[in-house]
């Protein structure tokens, strides 16, 4: 079976330093992979998704997500956070012939220092 | 745009009480799932529908059944509730295949907090 795995529970920035999020993946083959954002008492929102193509693939509010494939990992970046990037953040994963269901990571966590 | 409503949002129950959580959407999706959400364990599928009529478990369905009568409306019954269940519940919807259609989207409702004491 398929799992993603988030490293770490939680991080903690400072407003405008850079930001990665590990996300690295269990699962035979390529798969689809994505990442969701959770602000505090509110659903998932998508940031981005990857299915095939370019390894680097872009999504809203400025963050991006590479697939490597030799690493297993689909890790997020943001060149410089702002204070309303303080939320929960999921990497997801659907394998190739699963419908839409998604295997979700156990999320990381993201703190904004001032 | 309402998109997926989730009600009630805040519930508490004693062991053993059944209730239903609703989700209504209002894309005309065929696909609809809900999730539970646990500190560290991310979301982890508990029953999903492709459309009316059609219904499925996914990784964790035990002590919860689902039933789909119309497109729009996807509840989750707690039959006889137990503490092991205390989580929150998101209902999420989506096209049939969220690759073909490129969307890649799920859309999730702003979740319903159970507390089974």
């Known amino acids: 079976a398929q799992s993603v795995t988030q490293p770490d529970i939680h991080i903690t920035v400072s407003e405008g330093a850079s930001l990665e999020l590990r996300c690295n993946y269990s699962?035979?083959?390529?798969?689809?992979l994505f990442w969701y954002v959770q602000s505090p008492g509110q659903g998932l929102q998508l940031l981005l998704k990857y299915f095939s193509g370019d390894t680097l693939v872009q999504g809203i509010k400025g963050f991006e997500a590479e697939f490597k494939r030799s690493q297993s990992s689909f890790n997020l970046r943001k060149p410089s956070v702002h204070w309303s990037d303080a939320a929960e953040y999921f990497c997801?994963?659907?394998?190739?012939?699963?419908?839409?269901?998604?295997?979700f990571g156990g999320g990381t966590r993201l703190m904004v220092k001032p | 745009n309402a998109g997926v409503t989730q009600t009630p949002k805040f519930q508490v129950l004693k062991t053993g009480q059944s209730m239903t959580l609703q989700c209504a959407q209002d894309?005309?999706?065929?696909?609809m799932s809900w999730y539970r959400q646990d500190p560290g364990m991310g979301l982890r599928l508990i029953h999903y529908s492709v459309g009316a009529g059609i219904t499925d478990q996914g990784e964790v369905p035990n002590g919860y059944n689902v039933s789909r009568s119309t497109t729009e409306d996807f509840p989750l019954r707690l039959l006889s509730a137990a503490p092991s269940q205390t989580s929150v519940y998101f209902c999420a919807s989506s096209y049939k295949d969220i690759v073909s259609s490129n969307t890649g989207e799920l859309f999730f409702g702003e979740g319903s907090r159970l507390t089974v004491l």
């Open positions: 997801a994963l659907r394998p190739r012939n699963a419908g839409n269901m998604l295997t």
């Open positions: 894309m005309n999706h065929e696909y």
């Open positions: 699962y035979g083959a390529t798969p689809y």
